[in-house]
């Protein structure tokens, strides 16, 4: 005979374990996650950071641009792509593997990081385009993850067999639209403290906090060149999301832009910068930009490393709060 005693929590536990597994089952890959600040990642499975044994593989990084032809033809984006894919497969626990011949690129598993409205009309991606964003309100950042399809997805699937891997990390470089921020105890239109210099800011990845000299417009935004990336478990499906920033455009009047007739921001000059002397001065040893995003990237979505604090920088332009993980 069961005691009463006993049965009762163990039913209350089974009754919660479903409720968790139907809630996360119906959340699936339905909307993007509205975040007000980095770290930019986001959970689709419970449970969803490896074990400390699991194998992990990671595909080369792609460029994931409309006209990713052109930006790899007159930029230096494909020495940005192959530096990070070395460093990447060179991680703690992850193994570099080939992308499947015949996979297609716009078929592959893809996180979509950016402002709502940085996107042309009829170029917003159909897994975010046709979502509710819970909060679309100037400040809110988006993430989505897309579990990718057809014959790609099979051959990703094969190859985590062949390769017996219980995860494949798939990274990719976009280019992202954020909005600038403020602090919100000291300035702003909707606070009593005057503004100052150092009071605007662009909170771009784990720890990255740009502070800006002088902003004419608190709502404009600013092109981010972010290094995303999606975790697949064995079964195809998008477990974790991120992304974090590898640079940015800058901010203000810049007249040598203006005469930029391409379907990119990034130009030839920004990638440059990036490669050469963009490194991350408020970090030991100084490590190019690059190179510390994908630390970041490969630590949060691995879990080989322990998650670094939250960044206390919050957005002020976010309509209401909403959960960032």
Known sequence: MISVRRFVPSCLLAVAALLIVGRTSAQGLRGPTAVTHSPYYHAYQPKAIPGANARIGVLPVRLQHPAAARILAQTRAPELLDSLTRYLSRQPGLLPVALPAGAKSNSLPEVYFGSPDQELPGTLPGYVLNLQNPNPGKGVVQLAGWNGQGKTRQLLLELMVTQKLDYLLVPLVRESQLYFSMKTASAGPFSTGGATATDYYLDSGSGHVQHLTRLENLNATTTVLALAGALINAKGEVVLIGAEGLGDTG???????????????????????????????????????????????????????????????????????????
């Open 251 to 325: 901010s203000g009047l810049q007249p040598a832009r203006l005469g930029n007739n391409e379907a990119y921001e990034f130009t030839a000059a920004d990638y440059n910068k990036l490669l050469a002397p963009a490194r991350r001065a408020d970090l030991p040893g100084n490590p190019p930009a690059w190179q510390e995003a994908a630390n970041q990237l490969t630590q949060r979505l691995t879990g080989r490393q322990p998650y670094a604090e939250a960044s206390p920088y919050l957005f002020l332009l976010v309509d209401s709060p909403v959960q960032q993980h």
